[in-house]
């Protein structure tokens, strides 16, 4: 029964249009992992719970247009906290908008599959290029710095061997230096960690980069064997990177493109997307709590 179930939904997704599941991808997206602030999140719940009860509402540009209003509104509000992916999450919003405005059914798919090929070679690319002309990147300290103290990376740090009580001590040095009420010499302080972390600040760095690099410049090429590498990378990416900082608003939007262009030319990478999609959800759950 659940191999008929797969085989049906594999069906399904090779068959239905770009802009189909575009659409239904993105309400959830949308709906689970859109924008935190109350004025978006009620606002754009009830759209979407408004979509689902009657799903022509999903397809109408003017719904699209709502929700492209209310993530433009939150960004400018608040644009100095906001995170990258919302940014591409509003492009996206307002691409759908257009897709959903035209007539044209042809013009309607080449515009969503365009753009999701679009933003994967451009947010890996830009990345890349980031990343290279940055000498703190270049060097590790940003993961450095990042496996310390950054609370999203606590169980992948303590999977390689870094005892918990290192970044501990790194955030409590990180909040005395922000205290204006505390002096302390020379604006520093050490904190040991051993061998272990800077090893693996190197190699999340390298790995990093590289798969970025592979991914883009797969993508560009528009050839089948290309687009198996870009595939291919793009899910390893996903899988690797958002199980270290589960980031899964980004990490859905990348499923989603993924999915756009996998469905009819590879549609069993595309089943690997849907479970790319339920995995980065169990990512969520605090399970280093539980094993660590």
């Given at each position: 029964?659940?191999?008929?179930?797969?085989?049906?939904?594999?069906?399904?997704?090779?068959?239905?249009?770009?802009?189909?599941?575009?659409?239904?991808?993105?309400?959830?997206?949308?709906?689970?992992?859109?924008?935190?602030?109350?004025y978006?999140?009620?606002?754009?719940?009830?759209?979407?719970?408004?979509g689902?009860l009657?799903?022509?509402?999903?397809?109408?540009w003017?719904?699209?247009?709502?929700?492209?209003?209310?993530?433009?509104?939150?960004?400018?509000?608040?644009?100095?906290?906001?995170?990258?992916?919302?940014?591409?999450l509003?492009?996206?919003?307002?691409?759908?908008?257009?897709?959903?405005?035209?007539?044209?059914?042809?013009?309607?798919?080449?515009?969503?599959?365009?753009?999701?090929?679009?933003?994967?070679?451009?947010?890996?690319?830009?990345?890349?290029?980031?990343?290279?002309?940055?000498?703190?990147?270049?060097?590790?300290?940003?993961?450095?710095?990042?496996?310390?103290?950054?609370?999203?990376?606590?169980?992948?740090?303590?999977?390689?061997?870094?005892?918990?009580?290192?970044?501990?001590?790194a955030?409590?040095?990180?909040?005395?230096?922000?205290?204006?009420?505390?002096?302390?010499?020379?604006?520093?302080?050490?904190?040991?960690?051993?061998?272990?972390?800077?090893?693996?600040?190197?190699?999340?760095?390298?790995?990093?980069?590289?798969?970025?690099?592979?991914?883009?410049?797969?993508?560009?090429?528009?050839?089948?064997?290309?687009?198996?590498?870009?595939?291919?990378?793009?899910?390893?990416?996903?899988?690797?990177?958002?199980?270290?900082?589960?980031?899964?608003?980004?990490?859905?939007?990348?499923?989603?493109?993924?999915?756009?262009?996998?469905?009819?030319?590879?549609?069993?990478?595309?089943?690997?997307?849907?479970?790319?999609?339920?995995?980065?959800?169990?990512?969520?759950?605090?399970?280093?709590?539980?094993?660590?």
């Open positions: 029964m659940l191999g008929a179930g797969i085989r049906k939904l594999r069906s399904e997704i090779s068959n239905a249009s770009a802009l189909e599941l575009a659409t239904i991808l993105t309400v959830l997206l949308v709906a689970f992992h859109g924008f935190k602030a109350w978006f999140r009620l606002p754009a719940q009830c759209l979407v719970v408004l689902i009657f799903r022509a509402i999903l397809f109408s003017i719904f699209w247009l709502l929700l492209s209003i209310l993530a433009a509104g939150r960004i400018l509000y608040f644009w100095q906290d906001v995170d990258n992916h919302k940014f591409i509003l492009y996206w919003l307002c691409c759908l908008t257009l897709a959903h405005a035209i007539s044209d059914d042809q013009i309607k798919q080449t515009l969503i599959e365009t753009n999701a090929r679009f933003f994967i070679v451009f947010v890996m690319l830009a990345a890349v290029g980031q990343k290279l002309a940055s000498s703190s990147y270049m060097d590790s300290s940003f993961f450095e710095f990042e496996l310390l103290v950054d609370t999203r990376f606590r169980g992948f740090a303590a999977l390689f061997g870094i005892e918990p009580e290192i970044p501990l001590q955030r409590r040095a990180l909040e005395l230096l922000k205290d204006p009420l505390v002096t302390v010499q020379d604006n520093r302080i050490i904190v040991e960690t051993g061998p272990t972390l800077p090893n693996l600040a190197a190699f999340v760095t390298w790995y990093d980069l590289l798969i970025q690099a592979v991914i883009g410049a797969a993508f560009v090429f528009r050839t089948k064997f290309g687009d198996m590498v870009g595939h291919l990378a793009l899910l390893t990416f996903i899988f690797t990177a958002y199980f270290a900082a589960p980031v899964i608003g980004f990490a859905w939007t990348l499923i989603i493109f993924g999915i756009v262009l996998a469905r009819s030319r590879f549609p069993n990478l595309a089943m690997v997307y849907v479970l790319a999609l339920l995995t980065t959800t169990l990512y969520k759950i605090p399970w280093q709590g539980w094993l660590l």
